[in-house]
Structures are given as C-alpha cells and as structure tokens.
C-alpha cells in the first residue's frame, strides 16, 4: 500500500475568511446538539435524531438501454437499524414508492432501472430518525459516475461548467420532489454572453416530477463552455446535471449535482500538472456585479517558482475559464498535483468548476467536479464518509489536501458488522503542513464498503473511481463531510 504526500508552499490566503479548527480522535457520533444554519452548504452526514431525514439524488439514466441505468446507495453508519422509504420520480410523475430497512453498519441498494423505464429518474430517500446519508450511481457505456444526493432543497442553483462541443450532450435535471408546482427561470451564459430563453422564463416543475432541458436544443450548440442559472419564485428544487462528452477534448459521462447557492469561496484538493493531462476551471459570476476572483495553488514544492497569479476578473452574468498550465496567466508550475482555491471579497457571488482530462487509452478521461465551499460559518470538517468506494484495487483512489499549516495523521476507517474499525495499513498516514497526499485503495478491507476518513487536522477530500465498462480513467466526485454541532 503506497502513502503518497507531495510536499507543500506554505502560503497565507490573503482576504479568505478565518476557519474554525474542530478536531475528532476517533470516527464516532458526539451527543446532538441542534442549531439553526442560513444558507446551503454541501451535502454533508449529520448525527442522528431527526425525526426524519431526506435526501434528493439529481437524476439517474433509466432508458433500459444496454449498459444504462442507475443505483442508490443507502449507507447506515450506525449500531442500530434504520427504516424509512424511497420513491422514484420521472417527467410522468411517482413510478415507484416502497419502504426499506438497513442493518446496522451496513448498505442497501436501490436499482432505479428495476423500476422504472425512462430517460432520467430521480430518486427521493426518508429515513426515519436519520442517521443514514446517500449517494448514486449513474451506469453508462462511456463511465460510470457517482455523486451524493443533496440533504436540501433551494430556490437556485447554479452550473459553471457546460460543453456542447463535437454534438457533446448536456442536460439539466430539475427535480421538484413536493406536492405544489414550482415555477423556475433559466439563463446560461456562454462566451458570447447571457441568454434567457423566453420558453423557460417562469416555466412549470409539476408536482413530484422531473424535467429535463438539453442545453443544445436551447441554441447553445458547439460551445467550449456554458454556465446556467436556476432560480425559482415559487418552491424548491434540486437540480443536477448529466454530460455526455462526445469530443472537444472531452471524452466520458458524468451526472452531478449543481451549486445550491453562490459562495465567496470554493476549494479543490486535486489538479495536476504532466504529459497530455489538461486542467481548467470554469467561473461563473450570475449576478448583476462585476468580480474579482483570487487563485491560490497550493501542496507545490516548497522551492517551486511559477510566479503570481494574477486575479481574474469575471464580469457580471459572464463565465470565465482559467487554465493553471496557461504560463501567461500562472507561470511554470512543476508536474505533479496541487490543490486550489477561488476566493473573492465581494458578496457570495460565483460558481467554481473543475475540468481534468487524463490520457486513457488513446483517448482521454474527463473529471468535472463543482468546487467545495467551507460551511457559512467557516467550519471545514475533520472526518469525511465514503459510502461508494472502489470494488476493485485503485491506487490514488482518495486525494487530499490538509488545510493547516501543521503536520496531519489520517486514518482510514472501513464499516463492517460491529461497526468501523480502523484499516491496519491505513492507519496514522503522516501528511505534511499545506500537503496534498494521495491514498491508495487495494487492500481487501477496503473495497466496496462504507469508508471514513478521520483526520487530526481539516481537510478537503476527493474520491476517483474507476470508470468501470473496461474504460480506463477514472471519475472524481466528493465524500461527504461529518456535519459537526455548531457551538
């Protein structure tokens, strides 16, 4: 089992607002205590002793295709069982609805496509008394892709990176799980400005149901970029995105949640510099103001001299891309990873996305991942859960960058019957001060089990899967935080 740390810059964030240190020995629920937070964050595990707890996935493929589908896990960290009941929804409304239990330390899955036969299908989870979290997977001959389902619903949502290029297919999933219609506008920006289309200013959600925009059917054909904004004025929603990339550079599926709000900040502990590897950033300012946006690279060698990043100005309702290999714009950076992050001080105000491709095979592997933000009152969490690991040996299979400027141990934790017990050769994996460190997961402990990573210091931490359907590459994706008490 390879640890990897690349040694770290030690920098000071100018204008990034101070972090609140909280800090676990061990991956256990602390007792409850309930407080109110304004404004979302990103899904996160929260302790249990809700009365009940829901979880919104942003869509699966359901077209009963060969090699199409989808799946929910549903994931227990706790000693006792959990009960609730999970309903799926298409552009027709319910299809599905059926209670379900899970052990304790243990899994269920749903099968979308067992249920249903469409082109997308979202599902709806309530777990009675939480203590569960959920994520899904997209199944889909050009990779398969997994993300958390949202713990909330919003009245906006944003995307800062669409990709229409070479007949390249995105489609915006909006999901309204509630018994009341709600009524949505549309506007994407792309490199020749905003555009809202009259069809989808004040358009409907019906009650319990799934739309589906394909972004090209809107005029917005062989764009390199498109960032799109969803705001209510009547009921929530949960919106995601489903991309399938044709060519433009691009190749691979992913289907993901969007941003349920705008932030001033927005982390990502992997990027990589080396041959034939392309890394950029999408950064989406929908709002009536101009931006400034800073951008700071970080886990590089402490000697290393690429120069000053110059900050990027983004326009009101305008996205802006930003290439770290571009040496106008960031100097020579060395080969290796580096984490960054996007800041601003003015209001909340933008949107940050990843895009990485990686060679596989002759053609490339693309990663798109939204950035992560700290929660509103500056916590970032120590333990993170994975409740969809690798099935098979993958090495770098988890990437990490430690927050703080002091040295880190991380340990990771698989879930078994009796609960978590911490993987011998995982175990106190030393991480340098402002390190990016990478994980491997090959031993048989841990694979395809719920998994926690427990750390002494803050971290932001990454998951890349094999894209299965023997595809080479892999598919990137966030674990969810540990939703610490606000004190």
């Not at 034939?276 to 931006?291: G, H, L, M, R």
């Amino acid at each position: 089992m390879s640890r990897r740390a690349i040694p770290a810059l030690v920098v000071l964030l100018a204008g990034i607002a101070a972090l609140v240190v909280v800090t676990r020995d061990e991956p256990l629920p602390t007792e409850p205590v309930f407080a109110e937070l304004t404004g979302a964050w990103m899904p996160s595990v929260s302790e249990a002793g809700a009365l009940t707890e829901s979880w919104f996935c942003p869509g699966v493929p359901a077209t009963a295709d060969d090699g199409v589908g989808g799946e929910v896990v549903i994931a227990n960290r706790n000693d006792s069982e959990v009960v609730g009941r999970f309903t799926v929804l298409t552009s027709e409304g319910v299809q599905a609805e059926q209670g379900f239990e899970v052990g304790p330390s243990s899994r269920t899955t749903v099968d979308v496509d067992a249920y249903v036969e469409a082109d997308f299908a979202s599902v709806v989870v309530e777990v009675e008394g939480g203590g569960a979290f959920v994520e899904q997977r997209a199944l889909h001959p050009a990779g398969n892709s997994v993300s958390a389902c949202s713990d909330s619903t919003s009245d906006e949502w944003y995307l800062a990176d669409g990709f229409t290029l070479d007949g390249s297919i995105e489609t915006i999933l909006l999901t309204n799980p509630f018994d009341e219609s709600v009524v949505a506008d549309l506007r994407f920006s792309t490199e020749a400005g905003e555009t809202s289309p009259a069809a989808f200013k004040g358009f409907t959600v019906p009650p319990r149901s799934v739309k589906t925009v394909r972004i090209a059917e809107l005029g917005a054909r062989d764009e390199p970029v498109i960032a799109a904004a969803v705001e209510t004025s009547a009921g929530r929603l949960v919106v995601g995105r489903a991309q399938h990339y044709l060519g433009g550079g691009r190749s691979g599926y992913d289907v993901s949640l969007a941003a349920p709000t705008l932030r001033d900040q927005f982390w990502f502990a992997d990027g990589e510099k080396g041959p034939e590897i392309t890394e950029q950033y999408a950064i989406y300012n929908p709002t009536d103001e101009d931006v400034v946006v800073d951008v700071v690279l970080l886990g590089l060698p402490a000697r290393a001299e690429f120069g000053n990043v110059e900050p990027i100005d983004v326009p009101a309702r305008e996205v802006v891309v930003y290439d770290p290999n571009d040496s106008t714009t960031t100097g020579n950076i060395p080969r290796g990873r580096h984490a960054a992050v996007f800041s601003t001080l003015a209001e909340p105000s933008v949107v940050v996305e990843r895009v990485i491709n990686r060679p596989a095979s002759g053609t490339v592997a693309t990663e798109v991942l939204l950035g992560a933000p700290p929660r509103i009152d500056g916590y970032v969490a120590t333990q993170w859960h994975v409740g969809i690991g690798p099935t098979e040996p993958t090495e770098d299979a988890l990437v990490l960058y430690n927050l703080d400027q002091a040295d880190a141990t991380v340990t990771v934790w698989a879930v078994r019957d009796g609960g978590p017990f911490a993987v011998p050769s995982l175990t106190d994996i030393p991480v340098g001060p402002g390190s990016v460190a990478t994980i491997d997961l090959v031993a048989d402990a841990v694979l395809d089990r719920e998994l926690i990573v427990s750390s002494s210091n803050r971290l932001f931490l990454e998951r890349r899967l094999p894209r299965g359907t023997g595809l080479e590459g892999y598919s990137a994706s966030w674990t969810l935080p540990a939703n610490a008490p606000v004190l």
